[in-house]
Each structure stands twice: as C-alpha cells, then as structure tokens.
C-alpha cells in the first residue's frame, strides 16, 4: 500500500484597507469642488492635504476646507478619525462598517452627530443649528458629494482630483447625485397577496425615529420590524410571514422627531397586506 502524502498549504490574505481606498490621504492629494446651483454657479473650493504629523503615536495628515478646516485626519482599517490638537481629542467621522441608522460618532459637546446612511454615505447633523450635511464617498477617489439642507448653495460636487501622484476625474457626478426624498412615504408593500415573504419601501424626509408594526384584523401587535433613529432617505426591509396565518394584515410607519428635530416631522400610514398561503 503506498503511503498517501498531504500536503498542506498556507494561504495568506492581506486584508483591504477599505478606509484608505475611500478616503485617501497622501500629503499633496487634493479635490476641486464646484456647486450646480444657478445662484453659486462659478463657485469653487480646492480641498487639500497640505502635510503630515506624528502625534499620539498616529500619522495625522493636515486637511484644509473639508469637514474642519485645520483639523488633522488619519485612517485605519475601517474607520477614518478626525484629531483635535487644541483638545487632545479625538472622534470617528467615517465608519466603512456601519449599518444603516448607525451613530458612527457623537461630539464631546453633543453639537456634532453623524450617522450611516450606507457604506458609503454619511450624515452629519450640527444639533444646534439643526442643520443636515449628506456625504457621499466613491471608491478610490474620497469624496465627491455634499448636500446641505437649507443653505444658499445646498449642493457641492467634486469632478477631479489629484491623489497620490496622479489625476483622476470624477464623470457624470451631478448625474450620480441620490434623490433626497421632500415628504413621508410608506409604499404598497411587494408582491401582495404574498407568500411567505414581502418587500416594505417607505422614505423618510429628514432624520427621524422610526417604528414600524404589523398588527392583524383584531388590531393586535404581531411583530416589530423597525424601531430606531434612521437617517433621510430610502429605506428597505423584508417581513416574513412564516410564523402566522393566511389573512390581511397592517403594515404601520410611524415617524417622529429626532435630535430636536422639528414637531412637523410625526407622521403616521398604514397598509394593508395579504398573506395568501
């Protein structure tokens, strides 16, 4: 009988570092921003890293007219931070793990929240101000969209960029802008009649406190599929009607203010589903 020889081989995977690739940082890499907007239509802004320093032990990287101007940023694996020297503080600004509706990060002094819109799309809300920042990251280039509610020249959008010793543009971003939805929305859910799952869509228009409920014909609670602060947008989740009988029941939205957000925000719809086993 021959012998049988196993041969073992070790693979070794070197991980992404996703933060980097979305947000790079080089000393020397800057971004050109341009507004759309027919009142600031000419407007510009050159966002850059000017340099780099050792503090704390981390290589923070100087960045002017982005975000903080004057502050110094640095990346790990999955998160980009932002280095307050004057207060010797640091705070996440950019998490690439967050979920959807995630606090990635609170200020020492609660005025600056930012929350996971996506993995590549950020909110960031001045509390005091009660004003809305929306950022949106492309891969391999940082960022390349900013939408501020309720400003003169709401829109900001990068085309080009100089990053790591080379240029890259940025085409068609206007046409990449999301849509930012104006009112509440809760859709028909899809399919109905369905069997055993469905599809639920709503839109919520700024950031709010989010419950969603189903309830049967008798007006019972059956199941709580949502019940969290999320960020404006487009939202998705499955129901699973597995566990429960054939008959009609209600999907319910019920949205309220978040972060002092204004009173106007409660919202409340129904609708009605079949689950048709």
Not at 206 to 215: A, Q, T
Request: proline share 6%.
């Amino acid at each position: 009988m021959k012998p049988i020889i196993l041969t073992f081989v070790m693979l070794v995977f070197t991980p992404r570092l996703t933060a980097q690739i979305y947000f790079p940082l080089h000393v020397g890499d800057y971004w050109s921003f341009g507004t759309s907007d027919y009142v600031c239509e000419g407007t510009s802004i050159i966002s850059g890293i000017r340099s780099d320093t050792v503090s704390n032990g981390h290589t923070y990287y100087s960045m002017n007219a982005m975000f903080s101007k004057g502050r110094l940023f640095r990346s790990d694996s999955m998160r980009v931070y932002r280095y307050d020297p004057v207060t010797n503080t640091e705070i996440t600004i950019f998490n690439f793990a967050s979920m959807p509706g995630d606090t990635v990060s609170v200020s020492d002094s609660g005025t600056s929240v930012i929350i996971a819109m996506g993995s590549l799309r950020f909110l960031h809300i001045d509390t005091l101000t009660h004003k809305q920042s929306q950022i949106s990251i492309q891969d391999s280039f940082g960022v390349y969209y900013i939408y501020t509610w309720n400003v003169p020249c709401p829109n900001l959008y990068c085309s080009s960029a100089y990053i790591n010793g080379a240029y890259r543009r940025l085409s068609d971003v206007e046409n990449s802008v999301p849509e930012v939805p104006t009112e509440p929305t809760l859709s028909q859910n899809y399919p109905n009649p369905f069997n055993p799952s469905t599809t639920i869509i709503y839109e919520i228009p700024n950031l709010s406190h989010v419950r969603i409920e189903i309830f049967n014909l008798l007006g019972l609670s059956v199941a709580l599929l949502e019940n969290s602060v999320q960020s404006r947008g487009s939202h998705t989740l499955n129901f699973d009607g597995s566990p429960y009988a054939s008959g009609f029941y209600f999907c319910r939205l019920t949205t309220t203010p978040a972060y002092n957000e204004p009173a106007s925000l409660h919202f409340t719809s129904t609708i009605k589903m079949i689950l048709l086993k």
